[in-house]
C-alpha cells in the first residue's frame, strides 16, 4: 500500500564469512562451523560494503539481530557490527537428513533434488521456512521506523528473506544469489517493498 514517505530505516542483510563446509558445498544448517582464514578476512571486508551501502555519515544502526551460529557472531564482529541480540530464528534452513551433504551426493538417491523443490526429509520444508522468515520481517519492518536493522544469518535463510520481503514464495529466493560476506539491503519506497542491493562483496 502506498504512504506518504518512507520509513527512515532499511534492513540490510549480511551473510556470515565462507566455512570449509560451505567453500565445499554442504549444507550447514545447525552444524557449527567456523570461519576459514578467507572467510575472516572476507567478513572484515564486509565492513566497507556496509559502510558503502549505508553511507559514510549513517548512524550506527538502530538494531543488529545475529543469527546463535558461531560463523555469524564471528562475521558481525568482524565486520565491525555490535550485535544487540541473538535470535534463533535467523539460524539457517534446517536440511534435516541433507545436512552436511553436497548436492551431487543427494542426488545419489534424490535425482534433481535442490533444497527449493524438496523434498525436505527430516528438516524444515519452503513453507516451514517462509513462515519463519516472515515472523523476522514482521518484527524487523518496524524496527525501521527507528532507523537501519542489520540482520546476520545464512545464505538459503538469507534469500528466503529477501524473497518474501518482495512478496515472492520462499521458493523465490531460488532468483536471488547470497555469497559469503555479502551485503543485501531490502528497502522500501513509498510502503512498496523493494530490494537496493543484492549481494554486494568487496573486491579483495
Known amino acids: 500500500m502506498s504512504v506518504d514517505v518512507s520509513p527512515p530505516g532499511r534492513v540490510f542483510l549480511l551473510r556470515h564469512g565462507e566455512t570449509e563446509w560451505s567453500a565445499a558445498g554442504r549444507h550447514t544448517g545447525h552444524t557449527d562451523i567456523p570461519l576459514t582464514d578467507a572467510g575472516r578476512a572476507a567478513a572484515g571486508r ?21 543469527s546463535p551460529r558461531t560463523r555469524a557472531r564471528v562475521t558481525a564482529e568482524l565486520a565491525g557490527l555490535h550485535v544487540d541480540a541473538t535470535d534463533d530464528r535467523l539460524a539457517e534452513w534446517d536440511y534435516g537428513n541433507q ?48 532507523g ?6 545464512h545464505g538459503h535463510f538469507g534469500r528466503v528473506l529477501a524473497a518474501r520481503w518482495i512478496g515472492l514464495p520462499a521458493t523465490g529466493g531460488v532468483h536471488l544469489k547470497m555469497d559469503a560476506a555479502a551485503v543485501t539491503v531490502l528497502g522500501d519506497e513509498r510502503g512498496a517493498p523493494r530490494l537496493d542491493a543484492v549481494n554486494v562483496v568487496p573486491p579483495a
Not at 525436505?120 to 527507528?146: P, Q
Not at 537501519?148 to 544469518?153: E, H, I, K, P, Y
Open 46 to 66: 564486509a565492513r566497507h560494503s556496509l559502510e558503502f551501502l549505508r553511507g559514510p555519515d549513517a548512524p550506527a544502526p538502530a538494531r543488529v539481530l545475529c
Open 99 to 146: 545436512e552436511g551433504l553436497t548436492t551431487p551426493q543427494i542426488r545419489e538417491r534424490l535425482p534433481r533434488w535442490t533444497i527449493w523443490d524438496g523434498p525436505w526429509t527430516g528438516g524444515e520444508t519452503a513453507d516451514d521456512v517462509g513462515a519463519r522468515a516472515d515472523s523476522v520481517l514482521a518484527a524487523t519492518r518496524a524496527l525501521t521506523a527507528v
Open 148 to 153: 537501519d536493522v542489520v540482520l546476520v544469518g
